[in-house]
T-cell receptor
Framework: DQQVKQNSPSLSVQEGRISILNCDYT??????FLWYKKYPAEGPTFLISISSIKDKNEDGRFTVFLNKSAKHLSLHIVPSQPGDSAVYFCSSLTGTASKLTFGTGTRLQVTL | ETGVTQSPTHLIKTRGQQVTLRCSSQ?????VSWYQQALGQGPQFIFQ???????GRGNFPPRFSGLQFPNYSSELNVNALELDDSALYLC???????????FGQGTRLTVV
């Protein structure tokens, strides 16, 4: 079974700087990784995904890097903005049932 | 285009009771998944429905059941509620062949 680990429960970054959120996984059998952002009292919002055959995907201020040999991926946000303050979840997508396996999340706070 | 909507937003039930949560999927999406998010954790996959049939199930007991209707809306039913069922229940809709799932705002269930 896939396990997704986000070992940093929280991260504080100054506005305008780069935010780097990290994620590790245990099982190489996956189709995609997806990052979601969650504000309090709202459902998770899809941010960006990366397929298993790529090592980088970029969308505006968001870039995800995938290092398959290290079983590690990271989400870079640059420049960070106060509105980026939220909990970020890393998730893997596996199999025909499109089951998402989530990490425990990292709370990002972007300070002025 | 309408997003994923869930009802009710909050619910309080007594241990042993039964509950039904509802979800309307995003326009054009034919797949619905349900997740349970306990406090401080990432969402956990309960099950998925595609074309009105269960298409994958997570590690949840049979008292968690569901339905998908011809208009792709869905219900999650939980029988014999336990205190540990207190959580945020999230519905997500997606299209077959696309990795990203789009979440509703969730139903906060409290079992007392």
């Amino acid at each position: 079974d896939q396990q997704v680990k986000q070992n940093s429960p929280s991260l504080s970054v100054q506005e305008g700087r780069i935010s780097i959120l990290n994620c590790d996984y245990t099982n190489s059998m996956f189709d995609y990784f997806l990052w979601y952002k969650k504000y309090p009292a709202e459902g998770p919002t899809f941010l960006i995904s990366i397929s298993s055959i790529k090592d980088k995907n970029e969308d505006g201020r968001f870039t995800v890097f995938l290092n398959k040999s290290a079983k590690h991926l990271s989400l870079h946000i640059v420049p960070s903005q106060p509105g980026d303050s939220a909990v970020y979840f890393c998730s893997s997508l596996t199999g025909t049932a499109s089951k998402l396996t989530f990490g425990t999340g990292t709370r990002l706070q972007v300070t002025l | 285009e309408t997003g994923v909507t869930q009802s009710p937003t909050h619910l309080i039930k007594t241990r042993g009771q039964q509950v039904t949560l509802r979800c309307s999927s995003q326009s054009g999406h034919n797949t619905v998944s349900w997740y349970q998010q306990a406090l401080g954790q990432g969402p956990q996959f309960i099950f998925q429905y595609y074309r009105e049939e269960e298409n994958g199930r997570g590690n949840f007991p049979p008292r968690f059941s569901g339905l998908q209707f011809p208009n792709y809306s869905s219900e999650l039913n939980v029988n014999a509620l336990e205190l540990d069922d207190s959580a945020l229940y999230l519905c997500a809709s997606s299209s077959q062949g696309r990795p990203e799932a789009f979440f509703g705002q969730g139903t906060r269930l409290t079992v007392v």
